[in-house]
């Protein structure tokens, strides 16, 4: 029998608020997803106008009247030329940064939260028919659940560019060298080599810092990617105010929740790699990471992760570790065994036509692949 769920719009003043109540879900949920956390949308404020944002809370009827959270969907009005100028809505609401466009949703109750969301966006007058999801998992529970609510509602869901994200799912029984072993499989031993040869250079230490610590550390992690050439062409998070500031507030917030932790890699003392990394539930994701390009024989971003990965295993490894690599990474470059389908999703809602949010992410997806096909042909 269904659940009786009702879809709410949220203010966003309350829903900054809702953090405990965030944090439950994120414990019952089919899949945590960081991105949709009141911590992240309160950050998100400093690059999106709070006119634009949207956020959908999804309620259940309990005993003696009261209600739980059970799911949750912050969306971002646009209308630009990645929509084809059309208004959408999209997730997450800072894409370059955030790593799924997933709802977090009930485990109990997973297929009817995803129906009453889609139901509720179909009848608003107000709000957009098109679904721009440009970080969709196409696999698991939660993907399972909006696919049938699509076919439920008549609404057409179409994918254009799809990668294979690295991410970690450990097996019971598992350590940090039997997971490696099954996971870089026969390059096993090559990685190890190159990993233990960084300290024929000098002593190598790792520390892993969270609450008040990481925070602190943080300044030492914008520095060291400033350092490198992302500060040389000014795309480093230092060289972007607005960027700054979204940053400063999200680590502020995740690090008073204990949901914060940065990853260090040191060579005699002085940091070769940095890793930034948010916590929701049973899931951990990675965000960003900076290293020393000065020590760039060592593929110090690399070792980073072999670092992390046996720091894991010595305490409780997350149930489900994200890498958040991009459509352009090659996956074979992480150490992270198990791979996720991903896709730059479009949902029609109540309907199966294309319309310009569609064609405007098919000429996006056919002008990457020319500039592919034209950078592999420069470098025969």
Not at 313 to 331: C, K, L, N, Q
């Amino acid at each position: 029998m269904s659940a009786e769920i009702v879809i709410r719009r949220t203010r966003l003043g309350d829903y900054v608020g809702y953090g405990a109540a965030f944090a439950e879900l994120a414990e019952r949920a089919v899949e945590p997803n960081p991105a949709m956390s009141p911590a992240t949308v309160a950050a998100a404020r400093v690059l999106v106008p709070d006119e634009r944002i949207v956020i959908l809370t999804a309620w259940r009827s309990e005993a003696l009247g009261s209600e739980s959270l059970v799911g949750v969907w912050p969306l971002q009005r646009q209308r630009d030329w990645r929509s084809g100028f059309a208004p959408i809505l999209a997730a997450p609401l800072v894409p370059l940064y955030e790593v799924s466009s997933a709802p977090v949703l009930d485990r109990d109750n997973a297929d009817d939260i995803a129906l009453a969301l889609l139901r509720h966006l179909a009848a608003s007058r107000d709000l957009p028919k098109t679904l721009a999801l440009p970080l969709l998992p196409m696999e698991g529970p939660g993907f399972r659940a909006l696919q049938e609510a699509c076919r439920v509602t008549g609404s057409g869901l179409a994918t254009f560019e799809t990668w294979q994200r690295p991410v970690m799912v450990a097996r019971p029984g598992d350590d940090a060298e039997r997971y490696l072993r099954r996971a870089l499989g026969s390059g096993y031993k090559k990685r190890m080599q190159q990993f233990r040869a960084v300290g024929r250079n000098g002593v190598v230490s790792f520390q892993r810092k969270r609450r008040l610590a990481a925070r602190e550390a943080f300044e030492t992690f914008l520095a060291l990617e400033a350092a490198g050439w992302k500060g040389e062409v000014a795309t480093a998070i230092a060289c972007l105010p607005d960027d700054t500031a979204y940053f400063h507030r999200l680590v502020e917030l995740f690090a008073e929740q204990d949901a914060l932790q940065l990853d260090t890699l040191l060579l005699d003392g002085k940091p070769m790699a940095m890793g930034l990394l948010v916590e929701s539930g049973s899931a951990r994701q990675f965000l960003k990471i900076a290293y020393d390009e000065t020590q760039a024989r060592h593929s110090p971003g690399r070792a980073l992760t072999l670092a992390m990965l046996q720091a894991d295993f010595t305490e409780t490894p997350p149930a489900f570790f994200d890498s958040g690599a991009g459509d352009g990474v090659d996956p074979g470059t992480y150490v992270w065994g198990e791979r996720r389908t991903m896709a730059n999703a479009i949902i029609a809602i109540g309907r199966a036509t294309p319309g310009p949010a569609q064609v405007a992410a098919l000429a996006r997806m056919w002008l990457r692949r020319l500039r592919n096909r034209h950078q592999s042909a420069k470098q025969r």
